[in-house]
């Protein structure tokens, strides 16, 4: 199952045991899953919830590939003006661990709880409940698969949505806009 962090995550203290030197000393790093900027004595990475100094996940552990969901500030794409888009939300990262992945909002009438649900904190009333599956491809990577969705499925600013079950391949640093507000980026974890 995809993991989400949009709470920091417990464990950031004042210890030092397991800590870099370079880490002690002041100056700061990025975490190796999603790479944020670490502060000095972060055991934990806000983003992702990385433990600081445990290896980073290797090929064919389910951890290369992590999701940023967040607020899309270009005003020309917010599809439906009465809705208030959030403002200051920073973005969610989500280390991508399955092979199938369901986007979309959780409901009481829905059956299926999306692996990432942008309801609650991630609200975005314009998702469809069943919005898009991301798949892992035999070489690791992600294809996405618009399901039907309302409001469909933008990749990389086109000019229309991605047709309704057409996998379309992902590379990295690719945007997919939903809803309407959601941006989605997908990035090979550094």
Do not use: K
Not at 46 to 57: I, K, M, T, Y
Not at 159 to 170: F, K, M, N, T
Not at 178 to 184: D, H, R
Request: hydrophobic content about 30%.
């Amino acid at each position: 199952m995809s993991s989400a962090r949009s709470d920091p995550p417990i464990g950031r203290s004042g210890r030092t045991e397991g800590l870099s030197a370079g880490e002690l000393d002041g100056t700061s790093t990025t975490c190796p899953v999603c790479g944020l900027s670490l502060a000095a004595r972060d055991l934990f990475c806000e983003g992702c919830g990385h433990r600081v100094g445990e290896q980073s996940a290797g090929p064919g552990c389910g951890n290369e590939w992590v999701l940023v969901v967040e607020v899309d500030t270009d005003d020309e794409r917010a599809r439906l003006e009465a809705l208030d888009r959030p403002t200051g939300r920073p973005p969610t990262v989500i280390a991508l661990e399955d092979d199938d992945v369901l986007v979309g909002r959780s409901s009481p009438a829905c059956e299926d709880r999306p692996d990432v649900d942008l309801s609650g904190p991630l609200a975005d009333p314009a998702v469809s409940h069943r919005h898009l599956r991301l798949r892992r491809c035999s070489d690791g990577g992600y294809e996405v698969v618009d399901l039907g969705s309302t409001n469909g499925t933008l990749l990389r600013g086109a000019s229309g949505p991605l047709e309704p079950g057409r996998p379309v391949r992902l590379e990295d640093g690719d945007r997919l806009q939903i809803g309407a507000w959601t941006t989605l980026a997908i990035r090979r974890a550094p």
